[in-house]
């Protein structure tokens, strides 16, 4: 089955930890995204990436950080420097060209204690 | 900077009840519009997009959506909803950055009541 697989779902973490959420997609999208979503916030993009070994800062990316290294992965790092890290992140992908549909994972629910 | 506005955060619907989610978009130049949905435990998906023609725009489950420009809203309706309509919905515009770089509502979570 083709789709985006993130893990893990549920991660909790002590205050002052990096923790890497890990998104996987088998659907040979180029354009890859992560996305926070807060109770009535929505979703917020955090970064993205059009293409690989390169990405670009979304509106919310302080105390984030990415890599692509592969065409199929694009692993998110939640750093301590994030002061509000606790949210639901959620990773999409996107063919070539415009279509404006993203693909999205089923979502990462992070908990910070 | 761009923003998407959906009024009503929590709507409860009667089964066969008619339904119309309100979307504002702030931007002046040309625009594509989206409607996604997420229903309880899966994945978010397209239920409708507008880049072109046709303001009226027909998607998945009998959802459409009118584009409004001077108005700048791109409401969803559908006229008689159904319990497994229950979902929470997203309006959202490409961002200046184009290339699929979405801009998301807060999100409207409706309940359908059989």
């Known amino acids: 089955d083709g789709g985006i697989t993130q893990s893990p779902k549920y991660l909790f973490r002590k205050e002052g930890q990096n923790v890497t959420l890990s998104c996987e997609q088998n659907?040979?999208?180029?354009?890859m995204y992560w996305y926070r979503q807060d109770p009535g916030q929505g979703l917020r993009l955090i970064y993205y990436s059009q293409i690989v070994n390169d990405f670009q800062k979304g509106d919310i990316a302080e105390g984030y950080s990415v890599s692509r290294e592969k065409k199929e992965s694009f692993p998110l790092t939640v750093t301590s420097a994030q002061k509000n890290p606790t949210a639901f992140y959620l990773c999409?992908?996107?063919?070539?060209?415009?279509?404006?549909?993203?693909?999205f994972g089923e979502g990462s629910r992070l908990t910070v204690l | 900077a761009q923003s998407v506005s959906q009024h009503n955060h929590h709507v409860i619907l009667s089964e066969a009840a008619s339904l119309e989610l309100g979307c504002n978009y702030s931007y002046g130049g040309t625009v594509n519009l989206f409607w996604y949905v997420q229903y309880p435990g899966q994945h978010l998906q397209l239920l409708l997009k507008y880049f072109s023609g046709d303001p009226l725009v027909k998607g998945i489950k009998g959802f459409e959506a009118e584009f409004i420009k001077s108005k700048f809203s791109f409401n969803l309706r559908k006229p008689s909803v159904q319990w497994s309509d229950t979902a929470e919905y997203f309006c959202a515009v490409n961002g200046p950055g184009g290339y699929n770089k979405l801009i998301f509502g807060a999100g409207t979570r409706l309940a359908v009541h059989p």
């Open positions: 999409a992908s996107s063919g070539t060209g415009y279509t404006g549909e993203l693909f």
């Open positions: 659907l040979n999208h180029d354009a």
